[in-house]
Each structure stands twice: as C-alpha cells, then as structure tokens.
C-alpha cells in the first residue's frame, strides 16, 4: 500500500472514531437524562410536531410569496426598484447598481439565486472581478427575507421585523466591505482591473402571452418555486430544530420526562447563561435560550424559524427579540453553502474561509443593529 493511501486510510479511520466519540456522547448524555425510551420517544415527537405545525406554515408562506415575487419580476417592479436602489449600490457597497438586482431577487427568493447571476454574463460583466466575488457576501445576506418577514408578521411582530430588516442591511454592509478588503489583500493584482461598463437594460426578464396569461404562468411558477424551497427546509426543520430544542428546553411542567414532544436537557441555556451578559448587551437577550436562534440559523434559517412557536409559547420572545432574529436569520440564511458553492463556481475556492469568517462577523453585526435600532425605535415612539 502507497504512503498516500495509508495516511488518507488513517484519517479516515481516525475520522470514524472521532464521530463515534461524539455521536456517543450526545445521545448518551440525552438518554441518561431523559431515559432511552424517554428520548426516542420525544426525537418522533417533536420532529412529527415540527412537521405539522412548523413546515406545513412555513411551506405555504414560501408557495405564496413565491407566487408574489414572481409576480413583482414578471411585471416590472423588481427593475424599478433596481433602478430605484442603484444610486446607493456606489457609496455604500462598492458595488455596480445592477448589483441591487441580486439583492432584491435573494429577499425574494433564496440564496441560490445570487449564484445563477453570477454565472450570466449580461449582469457579472459590470462587475471587477474581486467585486463579483464579494456578491457571494452581499446577495447571501438577504436570503429568504420575505418568507423571514412574512412569518414574522404573521407571529404579530410586523415593526420589529422591519428593524430586523434594517439590521440585515447594516449586517450586509459589513459583511460585503470587509469580504472587498479580504479579497485585495490576498490578490492585490485585482485591484487594477479596468471596472467593466455596458447596458444594463440588456439584463431582462422575458415575457411572452397577454397579461391574464402571463399572470396566471407568474403565480403557478413562482408558487412551484415556493414548494421546492419550502420541501428543502424539511430536513433542517426536523434535524437541526429537534436537536437543539432537546438541548434548549428541559422537562415536563411536572419535571419529569415524558417522551412527549419538546422536552429535553437544557444543557445550552446553561451553557449561555454562564455568559448570557455578553448576549444580553450585544443582542439584549434577556433569556439564554434565545441563542438558540442565531445557532441555528447558521445551518439553515428555515430550521430557526421551527424554534419561533415554541419560544413564544413559553412566553420568551418580544419585539427585541424578534428583529435581532430577523437581522441574524436573513444574514446567516444558510449562507456556508452558498459560499462554497459560488467561489468554487468563481475559481476562487481558497476564498471561501475568508467569505464566511467575513459573514459571520456581518451577521453578528447585523443583530447588534437589530437591537440597538429597536431600542432606538422603541424609545421615540
């Protein structure tokens, strides 16, 4: 056997113990405390009830907004905001005004669609090259705004998911300027580049048929979309928001284990409370459980926003709360596989720790925002 392949088969090996450590770990932990059965029992039944009472809400909100995002494409608005927002692209962004078009398609939609425009010529050709790399940083910011929103508003927390709002965009101001500077310290011979110049009304969306028609094609499409993204948050909903619900919340009211649904070991408020002041004066958390959210929003904010029910059902969240979530959640909206998959696409892969250490920090920015913006709103009004 070469050299080569006994290290690789020894990192693997080394790998597959390592794994087991840990797997072993976590659910002897959980099933010491809460009993095996006790902790099968309560996995089937928070992830069934998650299902039912979470997916199912957040899916119809993705079907309909991705009926209405189609429609503001098919009709011309998302172009006029885009022209709209296009002088603030320069001064805040350094970034080309047709590069509102991403962020506004992103909020709309979800994070792969920064990368599909990336990839068109017509829109990457405004753009330096470390100012197209940077995208991955500013499109990834605004990810799955509207259903973020949405299901905000639809928990009564409309005002404060604005703030949310406002919060992701200082988060993605961060994020993006810190990337630009990240990028020209490890390529300086990008920063000569000759900045690209063409019309950018040849960037269009296509339309054919009379209006019923193209309406009707907008909302059937646009809804589709909306299944397929409310089908792919599935897997995170139920694996990551039953994991960390078990490692959140504690026992039955009765303090005993059940096997019912949301009971766990309360082993990460634990673990925050030990620096809960941290969070308290960055995000104004006033319960270590709240952290939960921006955790989870690292691998998927659809996953997060399985946590929102049960957090007001204990009586946890308010408006503070809500728009820090909103800010962190649109920011972090699994944004590690976006990263990834565009600087690869880009041929700029070695990048990639850089595009996510620099989003990590816009995200942490934008929840700092998020609250001080709302004790700002809350004190004038």
Not at 28 to 42: F, K, P, V
Not at 67 to 81: D, M, N, Q, T
Not at 325 to 345: I, K, N, Q, R, V
Not at 349 to 354: G, I
């Amino acid at each position: 056997m070469k050299f080569k392949d006994l290290k690789f088969l020894t990192r693997r090996r080394f790998e597959a113990l390592i794994f087991l450590v840990i797997f072993f770990a976590v659910f002897g932990l959980l099933s010491h405390r809460m009993g095996l059965s006790n902790m099968l029992n309560t996995i089937m039944q928070t992830a069934y009830s998650l299902l039912l009472e979470t997916v199912f809400y957040i899916m119809s909100i993705t079907v309909l907004s991705g009926a209405l995002g189609s429609l503001l494409i098919e009709f011309g608005v998302v172009r006029l905001l885009e022209s709209i927002l296009r002088p603030l692209m320069k001064p805040i962004y350094n970034l080309p005004g047709v590069a509102a078009l991403g962020g506004i398609l992103t909020f709309l939609s979800d994070n792969p669609a920064i990368i599909t425009l990336s990839k068109d010529k017509n829109f990457s050709q405004y753009f330096k090259k470390y100012q197209l790399i940077s995208l991955t940083n500013f499109g990834t910011a605004f990810g799955m705004g509207l259903v973020v929103i949405v299901f905000m508003l639809g928990k009564g927390f409309g005002s404060a998911a604005l703030v949310g709002l406002l919060g992701a965009v200082v988060g993605s101001i961060v994020s993006t300027r810190l990337m630009q500077r990240m990028i020209l310290r490890a390529h300086p011979e990008l920063k000569e580049e000759e900045e690209q110049v063409g019309d950018d009304q040849k960037i269009s969306f296509k339309s054919n048929g009379g209006v019923f028609l193209r309406f009707l094609n907008a909302i059937l499409d646009g809804g589709k979309s909306g299944v397929d993204i409310g089908l792919a948050i599935i897997p995170g909903v139920l694996i990551i928001s039953t994991m960390v619900m078990m490692l959140t919340f504690g026992p039955s009211a009765a303090g005993d284990y059940t096997g019912a649904a949301y009971e766990g070991i309360s082993l990460l408020p634990v673990c925050a409370g030990k620096i809960n002041f941290i969070f308290e004066w960055l995000f104004g958390f006033n319960k270590p459980e709240l952290i939960a959210f921006p955790i989870t929003s690292l691998g998927a904010v659809g996953a997060a926003l399985g946590l929102i029910p049960k957090f007001q059902a204990a009586g946890l969240i308010d408006g503070n709360a809500i728009a820090v979530f909103t800010a962190m959640g649109m920011c972090w909206s699994g944004y590690l596989s976006t990263h990834t998959a565009m600087l690869d696409s880009l041929g700029y892969r070695n990048l990639t720790s850089k595009a996510i250490g620099a989003h990590t920090l816009g995200g942490i920015a934008a929840g700092i925002a998020a609250h001080w913006l709302y004790v700002a709103f809350s004190f004038i009004f």
